[in-house]
Nanobody, 118 residues
Framework: QVQVVEFGGGLVQPGGSLRLSCAASGTILTLYATGWYRQAPGKQRELVARIVDSDGGTTDYADSAKGRFTISRDSAKRTMWLQMNSLKAEDTAVYYC??????????WGRGTQVTVSS
């Protein structure tokens, strides 16, 4: 069973930066994609950014993240990051890391809270 853990959430002022980390452990035989998702209070979980291995490692960003967030990954170390710059209050959410082994089959982390507030 693959376990996924997120690190790096916290409180940051508007305009600030934060870097989230995610580590996966366990046996991973195949990888379809890895990504960051978030869920704000009262809203559905949404994609923030992901790396699609099945598409040659292309990156995919939500419109709200383009130009401000950067996703990266070290596959050998099974670690993934999300660099978030120019944070806004609307970025406040619980951020989840997802390692997707096959389409629709993967492991989620428990999430890390990001709060953007002055």
């Amino acid at each position: 069973q693959v376990q996924v853990v997120e690190f790096g959430g916290g409180l940051v002022q508007p305009g600030g930066s934060l870097r989230l980390s995610c580590a996966a452990s366990g046996t991973i035989l195949t990888l379809y994609a890895t990504g960051w998702y978030r869920q704000a209070p009262g809203k559905q979980r949404e994609l923030v950014a992901r790396i699609v291995d099945s598409d040659g490692g292309t990156t995919d960003y939500a419109d709200s993240a383009k130009g401000r967030f950067t996703i990266s990954r070290d596959s050998a170390k099974r670690t993934m990051w999300l660099q978030m710059n120019s944070l806004k209050a609307e970025d406040t959410a619980v951020y989840y890391c997802y390692w997707e082994f096959l389409p629709g089959l993967g492991s989620w982390g428990r999430g890390t809270q990001v709060t953007v507030s002055s």
